[in-house]
Structure formats: C-alpha cells, structure tokens
C-alpha cells in the first residue's frame, strides 16, 4: 500500500498497488507521481478555494487572515518576504507631491533607459560583455547560467535583474497587468544585448532570464487577492466538475475503449496537467502541457498505426482535462500568457498545444 501526501490537517489517502491512477476522479486522485499521489485540496478553512501547500493549506485570502490574526498590521503593513514596512504619517499635500515628484522620477528614468538602451545597441557595444561571457550566459542548463551570472564581468545583468525583481516584489501598487507588461519589456531590454547572429544563444538567455525573474516573483503575481483569479478558478472547477459524465465514446475518442494505450495516455496527460500547477516557472508549466499533449500523441498513433490528427488530439486532450480537472487552471493559463516568452506561444510545438489547452477553458 502506498500513502499518499496530503496537507497539513489532511489524512493521506491510502492506494494500493492494484490501483489504477484512471480509476480516480481528480477530485479523489489528483497526481501520481514517484509512488505519490498528491490530491488537491480545498482550503483548510472551507471557503471553497483551493489551498496552497505553501500556505501550509490555506488559500490566499484565509492566508493572510490567519497571518493577520498571529500579527497584527497596526502600524504597518507586512509584505510576504517578512519585512515591515511603516507607514510614514504624511499630510495630504505632501502626498500629493511625492506621486508628483515619483511620476516624474519615473518618466525620467523610462526616457533615460530607452535612449542609453538605443546608443548601446547603435553603438554595437552590449554593455562591454565580451563573446565567452554571453556564451556563458546562454547554456541551456539553468545551474551553469547561474554560475556564469556570478562572474566579475556578468555583474552589471545580475543587478539589473535584482533591482527589477525587487521592485517588483515591494511595488504592490501595481496591478498584474502592470507588471506583466514590465516583464514583457525587461525580456525584450535583454535581447538588445545579443546580435542578430545569435539568436539561438538569445533565445536560450531569455528562458534562463525568465526562469530567474519568475520564480523569485511568483507569489507576487500568481492568483493574487486583489485579481479575480480565484473566483474564475472555482468557477472553472465546477463547471469542469460537472461534465463528469462525459464518456470517451461520446467524445468519438481514437483510442479503443479500455485498451492500455488509453490507460497509459490518458493517465500519464492527466498526471501532467495537475502536475502544472506546481511549476513556478511559466516555461516549465509550458513544459507540463507540452507533455501531456505527446503522452496522447503517442498513444494515438500506437492505437492507430498511423499520424494523429489535429481532431484527434483535441479530442483526447477534452478528455485528460475533464478526468484531470487541474487545480487553479485558469490562474495558470492566464500566468503563462501573461508571463512567458511571446516567442514560445506564438510559434513552434509549445505554442500549438498551449492553444489548444486555452480553447478547451470556454467548453
């Protein structure tokens, strides 16, 4: 028998060895993986959001009640890092003057960096790195691109990305959006320090860079309370929850009914759809769709013996979608589009399955 792992106040849930993963409803078996079986639960305090294993089983809004509740917020406010920042008692002028000297300090800094961006890339000089350091900074494992950061001559990319993920850890006057839209253009203030020659190498810099900046600011913009991420996803469970009766003849699946490429492919996609919502950063939740959509691929053309068609992979991922009934699915399509890569989405394999996920919300 193997245990499961659930929150803390949740009992694991035992599974034997006998036990199918395509058996289970996502609501009774969520994720199987490495003799785990990892099953999403609701908030510790059943408000009818999901909860969070890094909130030790809250959801966002009972999170920060409960956090409130241990400390209090009298003269301050708390930010997730841990730090307390004091208000400052102010007058209303001196208000108003701060955002009228901040306003201009920003407008300031955004034509400053757009001009010295420019003369640096007429210039042809990309910040003085020499050709081994941007090398070094665009291999493909994201260990190495960590080391090569630290050198004396890759200093100036690492403050630039420490002052940008501080600001936007500290600046919660901004709304996702807003700063989907900052991410949007630090990733394309970065490609100016590559050649158009090096493409690929830009290329791999840009998911190094991304993976960096994403994951440091993942609980400052992933199913915030301020959004309405957390309402749209309860209502995208249940509306997911009640199509449960859904049979794969009805969805003409081209699999055979019951055969083990069905088990497997079904099984293996659903394990990675949950398996998304774990994934901080939004190439490797990219990364968890693109799996699930060749576990099926694969499975198609083993029943088959011949190439999957586009209706067919549909079909089959409608399925995996319904049986897996990923948490917090729209928070994390709507992270991965604010967030990643453009050039990811809009072309290539990553991009086609992505599209297909995203039509499959609005069933």
């Known amino acids: 028998m193997i245990m499961s792992f659930a929150p803390p106040g949740h009992t694991p849930i035992p599974l034997h060895q006998d036990q199918n993963l395509s058996n289970f409803h996502a609501d009774t078996a969520a994720l199987h993986l490495q003799g785990f079986l990892y099953q999403a639960e609701k908030c510790r305090k059943n408000c009818g959001f999901y909860g969070n294993p890094a909130w030790h089983g809250y959801c966002s809004r009972c999170w920060i009640q409960q956090r409130q509740q241990a400390q209090p917020l009298t003269d301050g406010f708390r930010h997730h890092t841990g730090k307390l920042h004091i208000k400052p008692d102010v007058t209303e002028a001196s208000q108003l003057l701060n955002r009228r000297d901040a306003f201009q300090s920003v407008t300031n800094y955004n034509v400053n960096s757009e001009q010295s961006t420019a003369s640096l890339y007429q210039a042809g000089s990309v910040l003085h790195f020499s050709r081994p350091c941007l090398l070094s900074l665009a291999r493909g494992d994201f260990s190495e691109f960590l080391k090569a950061l630290r050198c004396l001559e890759a200093q100036p990319l690492l403050t630039r990305c420490n002052n940008f993920i501080q600001r936007m850890q500290e600046d919660e006057t901004i709304s996702v959006d807003k700063k989907a839209e900052e991410v949007q253009s630090f990733y394309q203030q970065i490609t100016l320090y590559y050649p158009d020659h090096m493409s690929e190498?830009?290329?791999?810099?840009?998911?190094?860079?991304?993976?960096?900046?994403?994951?440091?600011?993942?609980?400052?913009?992933?199913?915030?309370?301020?959004?309405?991420?957390?309402?749209?996803?309860?209502?995208?469970?249940?509306?997911?929850?009640?199509?449960?009766?859904?049979?794969?003849?009805?969805?003409?699946?081209?699999?055979?009914?019951?055969?083990?490429?069905?088990?497997?492919?079904?099984?293996?996609?659903?394990?990675?759809?949950?398996?998304?919502?774990?994934?901080?950063?939004?190439?490797?939740?990219?990364?968890?769709?693109?799996?699930?959509?060749?576990?099926?691929?694969?499975?198609?053309?083993?029943?088959?013996?011949?190439?999957?068609?586009?209706?067919?992979?549909?079909?089959?991922?409608?399925?995996?979608?319904?049986?897996?009934?990923?948490?917090?699915?729209?928070?994390?399509?709507?992270?991965i589009t604010r967030f990643c890569n453009p050039k990811r989405l809009m072309a290539g394999e990553c991009g086609y399955y992505f599209t297909n996920l995203v039509s499959i919300q609005y069933i």
């Open 201 to 335: 190498e830009r290329d791999r810099l840009l998911d190094n860079i991304e993976k960096l900046v994403m994951t440091r600011i993942y609980k400052s913009v992933f199913c915030l309370h301020s959004s309405q991420d957390e309402q749209k996803d309860l209502f995208l469970h249940k509306r997911i929850k009640s199509l449960s009766w859904v049979t794969p003849r009805m969805l003409q699946l081209p699999l055979a009914e019951g055969s083990q490429e069905e088990k497997n492919g079904i099984s293996c996609s659903v394990t990675a759809l949950i398996e998304m919502d774990s994934k901080r950063a939004p190439q490797d939740k990219l990364s968890c769709v693109s799996k699930a959509c060749n576990y099926l691929y694969k499975s198609i053309q083993s029943c088959k013996m011949e190439p999957a068609t586009a209706d067919d992979l549909l079909s089959c991922l409608i399925y995996s979608t319904l049986k897996a009934n990923p948490p917090r699915l729209w928070s994390n399509l709507e992270y």
